[in-house]
């Protein structure tokens, strides 16, 4: 989790200061839309319970498939004009979708760097011509909707079965 805060500070320092060239910035968009989600499915394997992997599937897969199909209906200009793809922001969606993830199943803590770079993820969006400001509430909004739909509480319990034993687990925090 330290590298996931000292890389949040780094991103965020630069907005501040506006210290990249938008071409560098979207290429940062481009790897913390990827890095999200992927820090989330890593959560849930970790925790050695399909349960919670079968969930992020269950909500990433939704958000992607509707993402996709609005963005094929809809046929909204980029603002850049490069295409037709600009409702909702696909890269936005992805980045909310592993930071909501992390905040419902784990708890809000463990999602303040996540959900620090999804905003930063949307931010890139904008600030490189390839959405609007609508297009990355929406892909937010809809990432934000398959998460809450989808995913439950992580409450550190876990019960497994074998034909020797069965065993059950608890997470405990101080």
């Not at 992927?38 to 925790?47: H, L, N, R």
């Not at 020797?164 to 405990?172: L, V």
Request: glycine letters at 8%; proline letters at 3%; charged letters at 20%.
């Amino acid at each position: 989790m330290t590298r996931f805060r000292t890389l949040g500070i780094i991103l965020l320092s630069m907005i501040c200061k506006n210290a990249c060239a938008i071409s560098a910035l979207e290429e940062l968009g481009n790897y913390t839309q990827v890095m999200v989600p992927t820090y989330a499915f890593g959560m849930a394997i970790s925790e050695n319970d399909f349960e919670s992997v079968r969930q992020f599937i269950y909500s990433f897969g939704s958000m992607e498939l509707t993402v996709f199909g609005l963005k094929s209906a809809i046929k909204e200009p980029r603002p850049d004009k490069s295409d037709k793809n600009s409702f909702p922001s696909g890269h936005t969606a992805s980045a909310v979708s592993g930071a909501a993830f992390i905040h419902k199943r784990y708890g809000i803590k463990r999602a303040i760097i996540p959900y620090m770079m999804a905003g930063f993820t949307g931010y890139t969006r904008i600030r490189a011509e390839k959405h609007h400001f609508h297009d990355v509430v929406a892909g937010a909004a809809i990432s934000g909707l398959f998460t809450w739909m989808f995913v439950s509480r992580y409450d550190g319990m876990q019960v497994s079965a074998s034909p020797e034993a069965i065993k059950m687990d608890f997470k405990t925090e101080f």
